[in-house]
């Protein structure tokens, strides 16, 4: 039976019930790399380029983790996930930056996953398939099933906002706000202080797309997207007692999403936005501490009802 590797990194965040029952479903035993850990960490920053943003440091420690415990990688080229919207480059090339970085890997599947163009999905599908078996009647089922968990999963994700909990919104890409160990277990912080996590995950894609429209301008990006959607119905419902933006140092997407996100947010509204932005160097205490400030602020607000804002104009306008 073929061993898959999935290293738990980057879109495994967003795709991993998708991949893991069509590979089991082909018959393959798949193996995922364990939670990120400080080894993950710094042997994939050893091996990456310096440049690389932290979030790619981490895939390739998940790559070393996996190297010699599997004999097929899946390490797809990811061009696009959506039609007439792109992803971060880096996700294009991943397959020759871990390729030239590691030594003696073992095989790849690299399929191009490019859905910017119409009806992909299934041919994709197939030619992963390939790898592993060429029974149409087994691909198929399996690309059914594979479909049927990926719809499954993304409906759980939809967590209700509790109303007259102080509900706080963490935005950033999926493989920051999901991985404990990059996101120094946030979630966990906020819900001990009382604060209620929820990511953008909760709202459907209709909701998102539809706010995203009202954004003047193309978006190009897919969490730029989905972002700035989450963004604009949260200054119009006011369902968040506050938003923190968990960026990646260094990340070129984040320069221009992570700035319109907090714009939008302190000039419509009154919610209290936090940006942090984390490298390989960030320490927790730096981070618990600004976390802490913030819901210190928070509690602050709350007591005593005024709402000032902070910041610009409502500082003098009350
Ligand atoms: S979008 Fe930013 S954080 Fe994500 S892979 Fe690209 S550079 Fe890194």
Redesign the pocket.
């Known amino acids: 039976m073929s061993k898959i590797g999935l290293p738990r990194g ?1 879109l495994y965040y967003e795709f991993a019930p998708l991949w893991t029952t069509f590979f089991e479903a082909l018959g393959a035993e798949v193996v995922v790399s364990p939670k990120t850990n400080k080894k993950i960490l710094d042997d994939g920053t050893r091996y990456c380029v310096d440049d690389a ?1 932290i ?2 440091k981490v895939f390739h420690g998940h790559v070393l983790n996996l190297k010699n415990k599997v004999d097929t990688l899946f390490i797809p080229r990811i061009m696009g996930i959506h039609q007439k919207e792109y992803i ?1 480059p ?1 996700f294009c090339g991943l397959p020759e930056m871990i390729k030239y970085s590691i030594n003696d890997l073992p095989k790849m599947i690299n399929t191009k996953i490019d859905y910017t163009k119409k009806d992909q999905s299934k041919r994709t599908m197939n030619q992963i398939a390939s790898y592993i078996t060429t029974n149409k009647k087994t691909i198929q089922k399996a690309y059914q099933m594979a479909n049927q968990s990926y719809t499954e999963y993304k409906k759980n994700q939809k967590e209700l906002l509790i109303s007259n909990n102080h509900n706080i919104m963490i935005m950033g ?1 999926p493989y920051i706000i999901y991985d404990d160990f990059l996101n120094m277990s946030i979630k966990k912080k906020l819900k001990k202080a009382g604060l209620y996590p929820v990511t953008y995950d909760i709202f459907d894609e209709s909701i998102l797309n539809k706010y995203a429209l009202g954004y003047h301008g193309k978006i190009f990006w897919l969490f730029f997207r989905k972002m700035i959607g989450a963004c604009l119905y949260l200054i119009d419902h006011k369902l968040v007692d506050g938003v923190i933006y968990l960026s ?1 140092f260094g ?4 320069s221009v999403v992570a700035e319109t996100v907090e714009r939008n947010i302190r000039r419509n509204s009154q919610i209290p936005f936090m940006l942090i932005t984390i490298d390989e160097h960030s320490g927790e205490a730096g981070f618990n501490t600004r976390l802490e400030a913030f819901i210190d602020m928070l509690k602050w607000r709350n007591k005593d009802e005024n709402y000032l804002s902070p910041y610009g104009d409502y500082v003098y306008s009350r």
């Open positions: 980057l943003c979030p790619v971060c880096k890409h990646s990340c070129g997407i984040d």
